[in-house]
């Protein structure tokens, strides 16, 4: 085997085994995002003046749409998204491993940051309120608002520079 097709293999493992380690921490920050999601309802639910058994009760009736989305989430992670596509050509930012990691971890990295705010709220409701409510909001800005900004300048650029 020559240099090259040496490096080529090893870049293609190093490659798979980040693509594993992305679809790992994204299954790890979005099962986080829910369980943050779920007890902002909860506590909401709870403050405005719902009994545990209204709570409870209200979750048992959306559970089979919440499996249906899991499926199709689940489903997407590893057929749809997990296939082979050579996007690098046309994104090469966005495709890439760092950005991928950032893009995945997003939550995590949100409730973190939350975290370290919440040394001023008094007792264990106010910093489970203030990390769930800090990890939402770095989700939706990194999710919602930042990565379609950042797509559409990239698409933006690739078509000029195709000019």
């Known amino acids: 085997m020559t240099d090259i097709a040496t490096s080529r293999i090893g870049s293609e493992r190093t ?8 679809k790992r921490i994204h299954l790890v920050a979005t099962a986080w995002f829910v369980v943050c999601a779920g007890y902002l309802v909860g506590a909401g639910l709870r403050q405005v003046g719902f009994n545990w058994w209204a709570v409870l009760s209200l979750s048992g009736y959306s559970t089979g749409m919440l499996l249906i989305l899991v499926s199709f989430y689940l489903f997407a992670l590893y057929r749809g998204v997990g296939s082979v596509r050579r ?17 995945v971890s997003a939550p995590l990295l949100a409730a973190l940051v939350a975290a370290t705010g919440t040394e001023a709220v008094p007792g264990t409701s106010g910093h489970l309120i203030h990390v769930a409510l800090g990890t939402l909001k770095g989700t939706f800005a990194a999710w919602i608002v930042v990565d379609p900004l950042v797509g559409a300048i990239e698409t933006l650029s690739t078509r000029t520079n195709d000019r």
């Open 87 to 103: 996007t690098e050509a046309e994104h090469p930012l966005t495709s890439a491993t760092w950005y991928m990691g950032l893009y």
């Open 15 to 22: 490659g798979t085994a980040a693509k594993v380690v992305l």
